[in-house]
């Protein structure tokens, strides 16, 4: 499985960038969709989260002006990120999580991407 990111660049306070990844291989069945973000010196932490349902969560921080869309027909994923703070620079990594289920066992799957930039400077 793969997962291919982009649309991370230079935006300056107050912009809009929309990020997009896709997922391509054996999936199986996609229990969430998400982005993560990354700081040198620190954890990856959760953006923004969907599940198949249209359930939806969001780190406090960017509550209000992300909104994070999946489309598991597609195996896509899309993080919309309006009024974008200097603070919101980080190493953006988007996320799918599946499940295999079969008669006997049921097995999880976490695949990341490779990161995508997005910086927040005038």
């Known amino acids: 499985v793969q997962l291919q990111a982009s649309g991370g660049g230079l935006v300056q306070p107050g912009g809009s960038l929309r990020l997009s990844c896709v997922a391509s291989?054996?999936?199986?069945?996609?229990?969430?969709m998400g982005w993560y973000r990354q700081t040198p010196g620190a954890q990856r932490m959760m953006v923004a989260v969907?599940?198949?349902?249209?359930?939806?969560y969001y780190a406090d921080s960017v509550k209000g002006r992300f909104v994070v869309s999946g489309d598991t027909s597609k195996n896509t994923v899309d993080l919309q990120m309006n009024n974008l703070k200097p603070e919101d620079t980080a190493v953006y990594y988007c996320?799918?999580?599946?499940?295999?289920?079969?008669?006997?066992?049921?097995?999880?799957?976490?695949?990341w991407g490779q990161g995508t930039l997005v910086t927040v400077s005038s």
């Open positions: 996320n799918v999580e599946s499940e295999r289920v079969t008669v006997l066992d049921a097995y999880e799957y976490d695949y």
């Open positions: 291989g054996s999936i199986f069945t996609i229990t969430s």
């Open positions: 969907w599940h198949p349902g249209g359930t939806t």
